[in-house]
């Protein structure tokens, strides 16, 4: 049976795409501030060498545009300058620092991406974004099905922290490896968005699904990572203006095999499948609580020499540190910047590098912890 929708309608759905992502990217950006500038204590991490010796106000000003242009596109959805120099003002602040680099970034520069290269084709634009969905639930899913997930995000935050079940309890066989049924349900339903014929029962799905995300992190559960609130409304709003409010939208996924948008079938078909051997990166491979993203624990010796760091401590649950002052780099991002580090030892390495210059008599030491398992 063909598809009922209309060029016309294809223009008007990306319209309204573009829109859901300026309004729920402004408020990522203001909780996040302090990431995406320098007023903050939690070092940078550039690309390249020359890039960390940027002026403060080069930050703060690429943050401004950033801002500048997510309003303007607000009422301006369609306009090219406006999209290309939101995309420029994001990239180049991800130049400076790698731990602005976070999924919803990725996802949001993608979506800019798709909508200035197809701009004379709206139909292949929704195309692209929709296996972008796809991609996200289907490789989210699949990073899902190990046992740090299992230990972290299944038995401890949602059995033990936010049902409140016994601990004992959580770590019991069938309980525990149920666990699991969350990655399958969530890459399963990933795929379900490429067919036709589950596609609408997929989204309905993934849709209670962000919703139970935003009861389980949100004021009536944990009240976590609060930055990942905005993100869920919007992928909730994608799923439902893409896949559910249009009876059948005709969404050729082979039409990705030509021209710019190969690349959109590399970066999110492709290249996330070798995170599975360690050679994507995991923010880029839709990893995001999955349990095994590599941590650092910093062990401060002297806290004379580092006053400004105090608040950051916690207990060395783990005992590495001999009795010495803790601070969990994850703990240190989200509670000063509201946002996440960028997990990978590359970036840990070049934070850690920061903090011995300046930090030198405080006799810093530092642990990498991949998969659970200590890495010096």
Known sequence: MRSTTLPGQYEKLNILIVRVTCFCWLPVKLLGWRMFTTSRLFPTAPVFEFTGHFPPAIHIALFS???????????????????????????????????????????????????????????????????????????????????????????????????????????????????????????????????????????????????????FLGPFGLRYNRIVWPWNIAMILYLYLIFLKSEKTDLPFIYLLSGRNVLVLICWGILPALNMAGYWDNYLSSAMYSGKLPQMLICVKDTSKCPGLRRFYRPDYRHLCNGCNTIDLGYWALSETNVAPYPEIRVYKKIQHQLEIQYPAAGLSFNYLVEGKNRK
């Open 65 to 215: 545009l950033s801002i500048l242009f997510l309003l303007a596109l607000l009422i301006a959805p369609k306009n090219k300058i406006f999209l290309t120099g939101l995309l420029l003002a994001e990239l180049l602040s991800c130049l400076l620092d790698q731990n602005r680099i976070q999924p919803w970034d990725y996802l949001y520069m993608f979506t800019l991406f798709i909508f200035i290269v197809n701009a004379g084709n709206q139909k292949l634009a929704t195309i692209a974004f929709a296996f972008i969905l796809a991609s996200t639930y289907f490789y989210s899913g699949l990073g899902k099905l190990n046992e740090g997930f299992l230990q972290t995000i299944w038995s401890k935050m949602i059995l033990h922290l936010f049902l409140r079940i016994p601990t004992k309890t959580t770590q019991q066989g069938l309980l525990f490896y149920a666990g699991l049924c969350a990655g399958f349900f969530e890459l399963t339903a990933g795929l379900g968005l490429l067919f036709i014929r589950t596609r609408k029962i997929s989204a309905g799905l993934l849709i209670l699904m962000h919703l139970f995300i935003l009861i």
